[in-house]
T-cell receptor, first 114, second 114 residues
């Protein structure tokens, strides 16, 4: 595909369940980012990969959040023991190389924790 | 600490009007300032971006004005159309330093009435 794709688009989880969100970046893009967007707010940075290396995970809110990109392409964001405050849209973005290359965003996964 | 402050929170203009959205930043290491447009249910899409070596950049109906000394930048939309109704986010990033993340403002919901 031509753009960043994310799956699932919508996820409903019961409090305490584990969830896994997938991101397929644009082919050949070195950099991959995860952001969390609460309702009515701007996206907030979670973590950043350059190829398979996770260079910055300073935005992950707790140790319940884990991200990986084992082959430098597809990435998965995993949230363990979900809480109601985890409800948000999770956005993935990729860029060709550096931050000053355009970051292209996927449509996001809307997570609702009941 | 909010590193990028955006105003107003919402804005209503008539078709043909010139909405102006303002942002201020604190981190003098920021050297890349993009504006993103987001429609409901979609991911943010890059509109236009500027670096601090220029004071203005224009692309089509969209113009960024940048004031480095005041640490402020703004988006002007000329001849606004109902199709411009969306949420607009300013952002900033600093190249290098190991993290390529975008820091976003909280967004401005623009409504252009026909």
């Amino acid at each position: 595909g031509a753009g960043v794709s994310q799956s699932p688009r919508y996820k409903v989880a019961k409090r305490g369940q584990d969830v896994a969100l997938r991101c397929d970046p644009i082919s050949g893009h070195v950099s991959l980012f995860w952001y969390q967007q609460a309702l009515g707010q701007g996206p907030e940075f979670l973590t950043y990969f350059q190829n398979e290396a996770q260079l910055d995970k300073s935005g992950l809110p707790s140790d319940r959040f884990f991200a990986e990109r084992p082959e430098g392409s597809v990435s998965t964001l995993k949230i363990q023991r979900t809480q109601q405050e985890d409800s948000a849209v999770y956005l993935c973005a990729s860029s060709l190389n550096s931050a000053t290359d355009t970051q292209y965003f996927g449509p996001g996964t809307r997570l609702t924790v009941l | 600490q909010q590193q990028v402050k955006q105003s107003p929170q919402s804005l209503i203009v008539q078709k043909g009007g010139i909405p102006i959205i303002n942002c201020a930043y604190e981190n003098t290491a920021f050297d890349y300032f993009p504006w993103y447009q987001q429609f409901p249910g979609k991911g943010p899409a890059l509109l236009i971006a500027i670096r601090p070596d220029v004071s203005e950049k224009k692309e089509g109906r969209f113009t960024i004005s940048f004031n480095k000394s005041a640490k402020q930048f703004s988006l002007h939309i000329m001849d606004s159309q109902p199709g411009d109704s969306a949420t607009y986010f300013c952002a900033a990033s600093a190249e290098g330093g190991g993290s390529e993340k975008l820091v976003f403002g909280k967004g401005t919901k623009l409504t252009v009435n026909p």
